[in-house]
């Protein structure tokens, strides 16, 4: 009975052993099926997307161009396209979308227009005398500029990403500067590379070191205990140094006038014309310059599908002939139909800007109407999105050139023709309307004179631009008018607006040599000759007071706008010849 106790106990050692090896097996099987299964149901942590170098740091982004400035940040993205800078404002700024059209949609914060009361310009040895010091030019200390760039660059620093984009001003290429911009929006990258003229690949390669560098630190205010900053805005120009600091404005336009204000300066130095203006040309190759200030037209009016566009706003004049400075457009979206501005609105596709529209986020339709974010709505796009666009953007010498202005009063005439002295005088008033929003603090239209139609963005005395524009009208024979694109039958609040169908009637006839041979008549107290009749123009509206029920009123109205040009011009009279006194209004 032991024994067969002790054999069954030995058995069943045995069967346990057998019972382990084969239940050791199937776990082992079990492990090597779930194991797959457990792996493809397993919850993964983000990774990382590998991305091509062509969407984000190129092979010509050389951190030595950001490290020599002091600047640290790794992520850097350099010459990126639409579709990259796309992309980037779409994930990190708020305000951005793609709209109906493919355009991208910007917003520029608190500041929707330039703040022009807040740009300085430094005192400093080598250009001290050259500059027109004052209210358009205000004076910095290089100390103080050295603090406005030290808060940029620290604050470029704390980004987590930077953009920087080389490019070109002016389309000539004798001419033109290497401009390079580094901000912290892809917005301001974008509407930088619309702007500046784009270089080619061969080009960006041997770009080399810029002539100027743009810190645009916008979303950063300025130290209001700096020296000479009275706000929290600052944009700052170093023409020794080379370098403009931008702070407290995520406006866009201030890095384009920027620009601009650099042409201002070193263009004229070499006798060429910088101008204010927008220039296309005709089918025999007729330039006509249009210079103006925002809200008159200049883009509206040299967007015309019979002519080719050179330009809609920046242009230099050289003994050659003109070229734009720009490689874009920047033109005013409000009200924007496609029936009044056809070659606009079709230009409003992918690669194009706009900045401040107000839009359904449902279909990306946007309101032009809807001026409840600024009345400054702008859209910024590439020459190229004209369909007659000229490229390269040069041209001739004019032929005519045409005096823009918004006439708050409602007392000058559509157009008149002006003699050389009175070209002059009207170049240096530089009479207008201030357009509500295009500028921070105005409300409504207001009476202002701005000398050569861009005082803003002059940095010499207007008497050197206007002895270059007389010298140059002088050479070619260039016929010069004035016309006004502002108010008719009553003032700002009683009248209406000139119709833009006949501001377009009154330039075909202006193109086609019509009005340059109509019979004239002399519109008192301003002594300008006014065509009797135009081309598909009725001839009432061409003498003004003719369109007013209160004549009474439009007497009182035009000795005050004339008192007003004889004031403003005041300033001016030292160094003016004796006719473009005389031109004056009596």
């Given at each position: 009975m032991a024994a067969r106790t002790s054999a069954l106990r030995s058995l069943a050692r045995a069967c346990g052993a057998v019972r382990r090896i084969h239940s050791s097996r199937v776990l082992a099987d079990q492990a090597k099926i779930r194991a797959p299964i457990a792996d493809a149901l397993k919850v993964r942590q983000p990774q990382a997307m590998s991305v091509p170098k062509d969407m984000a740091q190129f092979d010509d982004a050389d951190m030595a161009i950001l490290h020599n400035l002091g600047i640290e940040t790794d992520a850097v993205i350099h010459n990126a396209r639409p579709g990259t800078l796309y992309d980037e404002a779409l994930r990190y700024e708020k305000g951005s979308a793609i709209l109906s059209t493919g355009a991208l949609a910007a917003y520029s914060g608190a500041k929707t227009g330039r703040s022009p009361m807040d740009k300085r310009v430094v005192e400093e040895d080598t250009t001290i005398d050259d500059v027109w010091w004052g209210t358009v030019n205000m004076g910095l200390s290089e100390k103080?500029?050295?603090?406005?760039?030290?808060?940029?660059?620290?604050?470029?620093?704390?980004?987590?990403?930077?953009?920087?984009?080389?490019?070109?001003?002016?389309?000539?290429?004798?001419?033109?500067?290497?401009?390079?911009?580094?901000?912290?929006?892809?917005?301001?990258?974008?509407?930088?590379?619309?702007?500046?003229?784009?270089?080619?690949?061969?080009?960006?390669?041997?770009?080399?070191?810029?002539?100027?560098?743009?810190?645009?630190?916008?979303?950063?205010?300025?130290?209001?205990?700096?020296?000479?900053?009275?706000?929290?805005?600052?944009?700052?120009?170093?023409?020794?140094a080379k370098e403009v600091v931008i702070l407290g404005s995520q406006y866009a336009g201030e890095m384009k006038k920027g620009v601009f204000t650099i042409m201002n300066y070193l263009l004229p130095k070499q006798g060429i014309l910088s101008m204010h203006a927008s220039a296309n040309e005709g089918q025999d190759g007729d330039v006509t310059v249009f210079f103006g200030l925002s809200g008159t037209g200049k883009t509206t009016l040299s967007?015309?599908?019979?002519?080719?566009?050179?330009?809609?706003?920046?242009?230099?004049?050289?003994?050659?002939?003109?070229?734009?400075?720009?490689?874009?457009?920047?033109?005013?979206?409000?009200?924007?139909?496609?029936?009044?501005?056809?070659?606009?609105?079709?230009?409003?596709?992918?690669?194009?800007?706009?900045?401040?529209?107000v839009f359904d986020t449902r279909t990306g339709e946007v309101d032009?109407?809807?001026?409840?974010?600024?009345?400054?709505?702008?859209?910024?796009?590439?020459?190229?999105?004209?369909?007659?666009?000229?490229?390269?953007?040069?041209?001739?010498?004019?032929?005519?050139?045409?005096?823009?202005?918004?006439?708050?009063?409602?007392?000058?005439?559509?157009?008149?023709?002006?003699?050389?002295?009175?070209?002059?005088?009207?170049?240096?008033?530089?009479?207008?309307?201030?357009?509500a929003g295009t500028e921070m603090g105005v409300s409504e239209p207001t009476a202002t004179f701005s000398a050569c139609f861009g005082a803003p963005f002059m940095v010499w005395h207007p008497a050197k631009y206007a002895e270059l524009l007389a010298d140059k009208m002088a050479k070619h024979n260039v016929n010069a008018w004035l016309i006004n694109t502002g108010w008719t039958g009553g003032a700002?609040?009683?009248?209406?607006?000139?119709?833009?169908?006949?501001?377009?009637?009154?330039?075909?006839?202006?193109?086609?040599g019509d009005l340059a041979k109509a019979e004239y008549e002399n519109f008192p107290r301003f002594n300008l000759k006014v065509p009797k009749s135009c081309p598909n123009v009725d001839s009432q509206i061409l003498m003004p007071n003719k369109t007013w029920t209160d004549q009474t009123e439009f007497e009182r109205m035009s000795t005050k706008l004339s008192a007003l040009f004889k004031d403003n011009f005041e300033k001016f009279k030292d160094g003016c010849s004796e006719d473009i006194k005389a031109a004056a209004p009596e």
């Open positions: 103080s500029f050295s603090i406005n760039r030290e808060r940029a660059i620290d604050y470029l620093n704390t980004r987590p990403r930077l953009y920087v984009l080389d490019g070109f001003a002016g389309w000539d290429p004798e001419y033109r500067y290497k401009i390079r911009v580094i901000t912290s929006r892809a917005y301001h990258a974008l509407f930088m590379h619309n702007m500046l003229i784009r270089p080619t690949e061969e080009e960006l390669a041997n770009f080399g070191e810029p002539d100027y560098t743009i810190y645009n630190a916008g979303a950063f205010p300025a130290n209001r205990a700096t020296d000479g900053m009275t706000s929290g805005t600052s944009v700052s120009l170093n023409f020794k967007a015309d599908e019979n002519r080719k566009l050179i330009g809609d706003d920046e242009h230099a004049w050289t003994d050659k002939g003109v070229f734009n400075i720009e490689g874009g457009c920047y033109a005013k979206a409000i009200g924007l139909t496609r029936e009044k501005e056809p070659e606009i609105w079709d230009a409003i596709r992918f690669g194009a800007l706009l900045e401040n529209v032009y109407d809807d001026n409840s974010i600024t009345e400054n709505t702008r859209v910024s796009y590439p020459l190229e999105y004209i369909p007659n666009v000229k490229i390269p953007a040069v041209g001739g010498h004019p032929k005519n050139i045409i005096m823009l202005t918004c006439d708050a009063f409602g007392v000058l005439p559509p157009v008149s023709k002006l003699t050389p002295a009175q070209a002059m005088y009207h170049f240096i008033s530089g009479y207008t309307a201030k357009v700002f609040g009683a009248g209406h607006r000139m119709s833009l169908k006949d501001t377009r009637a009154i330039i075909d006839a202006i193109h086609s």
